[in-house]
């Protein structure tokens, strides 16, 4: 892949919900290597929307998802390149399934094909550099959403993504979370696809920003 080769590219994307209107309308994006960019807007403008369509969970109507280069048009295509993204849903509940934290971490690397003694040690790795070792045997479902939040990162980190794609990361995080959790992105230095309603945190992360509004992505940064 070209270094001026976008990560993620849509060309002419669109989207619609039946009952809700349009939520993308022939969108044109890109993504490329050391961009770190938000998508701001109204709750319901279809911010989550578009992320789950990068990703393939939604279908579009007509246009082009492009990851890393290659046109993903089935399940298939996109399941390529799923690993290679990593996608921090809005609701840590939707990403976290496993009894303990530490096997939810463990998930991705050993889908990945590490031993389960490669995929502990990594885990944990990614637990300490998030500052919650401490909660490596606790189950899942009794932790706080904050902590849910921290973990279903982990969980993300834990599979060493080329891209960050993260809605609303910082819900249920108190001031001192949110700073660690900003440290550590600035830290990562990922690509990243930001949405998040904290102005002050898209201010420190990203160096571009859009509006999505009445589905069209509109340049704000």
Not at 160 to 182: M, Q, Y
Not at 205 to 210: A, F, G, I, Q, R
């Amino acid at each position: 892949m070209s270094l001026s080769t976008p990560l993620i590219e849509l060309k002419g994307l669109s989207f619609e919900y039946v009952d809700a209107g349009v939520t993308a309308d022939k969108l044109n994006f890109e993504l490329y290597a050391g961009q770190s960019v938000a998508i701001s807007g109204k709750n319901g403008s279809g911010k989550s929307t578009l992320l789950s369509l990068i990703m393939g969970l939604r279908k579009s109507v007509s246009g082009e998802v492009c990851l890393f280069g290659h046109p993903c048009r089935t399940e298939a295509d996109f399941g390529r390149f799923r690993t290679r993204i990593g996608l921090v849903f809005q609701d840590p509940d939707d990403q976290l399934f496993c009894p303990t934290v530490i096997e939810d971490v463990c998930f991705g690397p050993l889908n990945q094909g590490l031993t389960r003694t490669e995929a502990i040690v990594r885990a944990r790795n990614i637990l300490k550099q998030l500052n919650v070792s401490h909660l490596e045997n606790k189950i899942t479902y009794q932790l706080s959403g904050g902590q849910k939040r921290i973990v279903a990162l982990a969980s993300v980190l834990a599979m060493k993504p080329e891209v960050l794609i993260l809605d609303e990361p910082s819900n249920d995080l108190d001031p001192e979370n949110t700073k660690r959790l900003i440290s550590i992105l600035k830290e990562l230095s990922l690509p990243m696809i930001l949405v998040c309603h904290d102005a002050d945190i898209r201010t420190q992360l990203v160096d571009k920003e859009y509006l999505l509004e009445e589905g069209a992505l509109l340049d704000v940064l």
